[in-house]
């Protein structure tokens, strides 16, 4: 059975850890890694739209000298004619040797992996999980902070839908003297299921919210987060709940001068533009971050040392 990456926990923290350590070498040496996947091909399966994602695991591949096929939207594959999931992966698993998938359905990637031949990365799924803005995630506080535990990290907007805070918040969870303060409306709490999973069963202690203000000051890192349009029912929730936060050079006077700001972006209109020019705000190094990690993790799946 191929390796699959699905959930950000089917990684190890010593695995997660060598994959920074990785990052952090592709960072300081890209050179070195040039020719790794010679002759390799990703391909990318997206069933949802994506900018970051997508294409920084094709620039990924293409600076470990690897190459790329594959869809940016359903109705670019034979999905529009009917094709299942699974032999859609199935029939690309006989042409790449690795395959990062996003689709709108929580689940899909599990369940298409099920069908591959070769390891299969959930690229999104649903409102569910993101492992590799995760591993990007991690990557920025580890290169921001020097470390991965001991700080508290405040989770702001749309903890609901946002599957980026749910793998997050798993990761860190298995990290030592994390505190979480989860901050959002009412009907955009985190689930249930992440709670009882990430944090009570092993009695991590967090605090919720709907007031950024009143918990700025204690945070070391504030991860601002869109409210997922997409995910909503209906559209009169989606207008009253928008504009819960938007994070402002005014809002940032009380917070610590050592916070990290971090984004996994789109961004709508929760951080002011204004906002990027705080030697605080990591999101756009967040971005750059996403390709180095991806690369490292390509190299895993593949069993490729450098
Ligand atoms: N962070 C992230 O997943 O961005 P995209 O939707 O642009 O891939």
Redesign the pocket.
Known sequence: MPRNVIDVTDLTVDEINQLIAVAEDMIASPAKYQNACVHKQLATLFFE??????LSFESAMLALGGSVLGFSEAASSSTAKGETVGDTVHTVSCYADIIAMRHPKEGAPYAAAQFSEVPIINA?DGGHN?PT?TLTDLLTIHREKGRLDGFTIGFCGDLKFGR?VHSLVNALSRYENIRFILISPTELKLPRYVKEEALKKQNIPYQQTDSLDAVMPELDILYMTRVQKERFFNEEDYLRLKDSYILTPEKLENAKSGLSILH???RVNEIAVSVDRDPRAAYWKQVKNGKFIRMALILKLLDIHV
């Open positions: 739209p994506s900018t970051r994602t997508r999104g993101h803005q980026t996994p972006l789109p």
